[in-house]
């Protein structure tokens, strides 16, 4: 079973495409099932009177509809992440995918990360924590395409590595797939530890712990608009100059310091895992890392120098090193 996890909140203007994009996946090539859960997290709008309309239209429609199940809970998350972490315990589906509310997902994205995880733990093994993820094409508000490639467009590397994603997360939750091993680990932490998203937390608990892997074909439309929790400025462009200019060291230095408190959460909680997955010098690794939030200059750019650990591209990379 793989169960698609959409979590919501006051998202009456996109949710009805996400909707029908979800329960129309492609499910004539797999030798599982899909199903969806879908939790609202107090929404003011019409949300889900929208989303039961759309799947009353659906099941009448459909002769064999996937199952969808709306979780009944009045009682608000308080953030995404929290929301998302609420829906990840009602699951104990053998894979699980993320849903955000105002995207819209290619017919094929399900079965083809499916089948992408599946050589994944053929070649690694089903009990080894495996998170899959994809590239996406972006849109703006009104649905138009903007770029063809996320990764093209922001200049990402296309390499998963632990020294990068401490310090820049490339996982996109809306494309992610975890396995049963790697869902078992992220159901330890509480929501309140991610304080840079689930996304980010999952892609370096998983890297420090198992395989992060990414399928380098845009699968799911992501939408961008003035309501994104994160968005995305093209790489090199002027906006994005700007945006980093305006925003100043003082957001920088505060993104950092919620970069080295998450490490220091995940090695807390998940030292042992990550120990006898990668071995003592990635605990060190994680251990240095996490102290930086109480280090000076010069100690952050040794660790930095000596671990690798830099944003990707020379703007971002300069900007590390002067203001850290």
């Known amino acids: 079973m793989i169960d698609i996890l959409l979590a919501t909140y006051n998202g009456e203007k996109y949710i009805d495409r996400q909707i029908k994009s979800l329960v129309t996946q492609d499910r004539d090539n797999m030798d599982t099932d899909i199903r969806l859960l ?114 093209d467009y922001q200049k990402l590397p296309r390499e998963d590595r632990l020294s990068t994603l401490l310090i820049q997360n490339t996982v996109t939750g809306c494309t992610m797939m975890l396995n049963k091993a790697a869902t078992d680990l992220l159901k330890q932490a509480p929501a309140d530890e991610m304080i840079l998203m689930h996304d980010h937390y999952a892609a370096v608990l998983i890297a420090a712990t198992g395989k992060v892997r990414l399928l380098d074909e845009p699968l799911i439309r992501y939408r961008q608009h003035s309501g994104n929790v994160i968005g995305a400025r093209a790489a090199g462009s002027t906006s994005e100059y700007k945006e980093r200019f305006d925003l100043g060291r003082g957001k920088f230095l505060k993104d950092m310091d919620l970069s080295y408190r998450q490490a220091g959460y995940i090695l807390k909680r998940y030292e042992k895992y990550i120990r006898e997955a990668k071995g003592e010098d990635t605990v060190q690794m994680l251990r240095e890392y996490s102290e930086l939030i109480m280090a000076d200059k010069l100690q952050r750019v040794e660790f930095f120098q000596k671990y690798g650990v830099y944003k990707n591209g020379l703007v971002k990379k300069a900007v590390q090193m002067i203001w850290c």
């Open 38 to 151: 879908i939790r609202d997290d107090g929404s003011t709008d019409k949300t889900l009177d929208i989303i039961k309309r759309r799947l009353e239209y659906y099941r009448a429609k459909r002769p064999n509809p996937m199952e969808v199940v709306i979780v009944q809970d009045s009682t608000p998350s308080g953030s995404p992440a929290a929301n998302f972490m609420k829906l990840l315990s009602l699951s104990d589906a053998d894979y699980v995918m993320f849903s955000d509310q105002d995207d819209m997902w290619y017919r094929r994205k399900t079965s083809v990360t499916y089948n992408y995880m599946k050589r994944c733990e053929e070649k690694y093994g089903k009990d080894t924590p495996i998170l899959v993820h994809t590239d996406l094409s972006l849109m703006n508000a009104d649905g138009k395409k903007i770029a063809e490639s996320f990764y």
